[in-house]
């Protein structure tokens, strides 16, 4: 049987027979565990991988159905990209209330993993702004959830891995925007105690808000970063143009530069890049929001293993204390991060059970995989999370224990209970069906 090589972002890859179109899927009969949606590959581990089944592409279905520009509501098929439902809605004043760090991510799957980006403060997550999904249950046929469903099944489908069945289409509700520009406020700061003194007023000051962490400052500078905040402009709302792209990485090099020596220069020229004090600009929604997209296949550059990125969240009561310890853990195993990013999350709830966010502290660190120095590491997060109440980030994972997913989802079983029995990952294998 012919077979097929598909990848998760994170670089594993697996072999399956061709991918199915959802009309395949649904005109032949289904087998227990015999298929999983597949989006456009941006999860980072193995949630959106199905070694021992197949998988069926969403891409194949990709067209936005309706669009009003009245309202905002938008219809479309599982498949279409947010870059397309931006370059659609945009110009005509609107925006998606919620995008992630890349706009190369399906409806289907942003639904899935209940995504959440920089305004988490204000919006919440993707999934409450989603106002009718169609999904298909193999021997249910359609079924259409709306968010007062009583069967739970719209609470299970939002952040739910793709595993209550197959998402055919949805409608989501867009926000008005005076333009699509984002008028950027950058905060250098020294240390990671005044990140903590910054960011409760930037979260009440503006609509958007992150920070990058440099993970090699020690000393007086331990933590040290930028505070970017922002918010949509006013005025024309004109043409949404996506940034372009500046190169593309043509091969995996055998070592990965993102660490050692150029880690150090990146992080001190990145640093001085931006003034001491506050300094603002406008720029387009491409540079605020997916700087990374601007790189094709920018992952890359972490080697042949790929990469291991690890998210947390922690609550937000003596959260200082654990993300300096989480940094601190970094450094003693000699890993830098080359991209730590630091977001506060609201209190705003998901309408998904299985939702990552929750209220409190984000922190996102990556590492080129080393082998078993790098899974020492990221075991060791895991403990510090856990410890502190918090959660790690499945569809940012590829290796958590059964143990640590249990105790950072509690309601695992209610999803076990409500998954399609036709549909089944690597991810859920691995941490739920191992025993």
């Not at 027979?17 to 581990?45: C, E, I, K, T, W």
């Not at 503006?206 to 918010?231: C, M, N, P, Q």
């Not at 929001?289 to 990125?309: A, E, K, S, T, V």
Request: glycine letters at 10%.
């Amino acid at each position: 049987m012919k077979k097929q090589r598909i990848e998760s972002w994170g670089g594993l890859a697996v072999d399956v027979p061709d991918p199915m179109v959802p009309a395949q899927y649904l005109s032949q009969p289904v087998l227990p565990g015999s298929a999983l949606p597949f989006g456009n590959g941006r999860s980072y581990g193995d949630t959106c991988l199905n070694a021992e089944g197949n998988v069926i592409t969403s891409r194949a279905e990709s067209r936005v159905l309706s669009f009003d520009p009245s309202t905002g509501l938008l219809e479309a098929e599982a498949g279409v990209l947010l870059s397309e439902v931006i370059a659609l809605s945009a110009p005509q004043g609107w925006f998606p209330p919620v995008v992630p760090g890349t706009q190369f991510v399906t409806l289907g799957g942003a639904i899935a993993n209940d995504i959440h980006g920089k305004n988490h403060h204000r919006k919440g997550t993707f999934g409450r702004h989603v106002t009718e999904i169609h999904l298909e249950r193999s021997g249910e046929g359609r079924l259409i959830l709306k968010p007062d469903d009583q069967t739970g099944l719209f609470a299970a489908t939002v952040g739910g891995l793709g595993l209550t069945g197959l998402i055919r289409k949805a409608v989501l509700q867009l926000m008005p925007v005076g333009s699509s520009s984002i008028r950027q406020v950058t905060t250098r700061f020294d240390n990671l105690e005044t990140y903590f003194d910054l960011v409760h007023a930037a979260d009440q000051e503006h609509e958007y808000a992150v920070a990058w962490i440099d993970s090699l400052s020690t000393g007086k500078y331990f933590g040290r970063g930028h505070l970017i905040a922002g918010d949509h402009v006013g005025g024309d709302v004109g043409t949404e143009v996506a940034a372009a792209q500046l190169f593309r990485v043509p091969f995996t090099p055998p070592i990965s530069p993102l660490q050692g020596p150029f880690l150090s220069i990146f992080n001190e020229t990145y640093f001085r890049g931006s003034p001491p004090g506050v300094s603002a600009k406008t720029v387009p929604s491409g540079k605020f929001f997916f700087p990374l997209d601007r790189i094709g296949r920018w992952n890359r550059l972490y080697g042949p293993r790929g990469l291991h990125q690890h998210q947390s969240v922690i609550p937000e009561k003596g959260a200082f204390e654990i993300v300096k310890s989480l940094l601190e853990c970094t450094q003693k195993h000699r890993h830098g991060s080359f991209l730590t990013v630091l977001k506060r999350f609201g209190d705003v709830a998901s309408p998904g059970f299985m939702s990552f966010p929750r209220a409190g502290y984000t922190l996102t660190l990556d590492f080129p995989d080393k082998g078993l120095k790098t899974l020492h590491l990221l075991q060791r997060l895991d403990e510090i999370t856990l410890s502190a109440g918090g959660g790690i980030n499945p569809y940012k994972d590829r290796r958590m224990s059964p143990e640590t997913f249990k105790t950072s989802f509690p309601q695992w079983k209610l999803l076990e209970e409500m998954r399609d029995p036709a549909l089944l990952s690597d991810f859920w294998r691995r941490t739920v069906l191992s025993n």
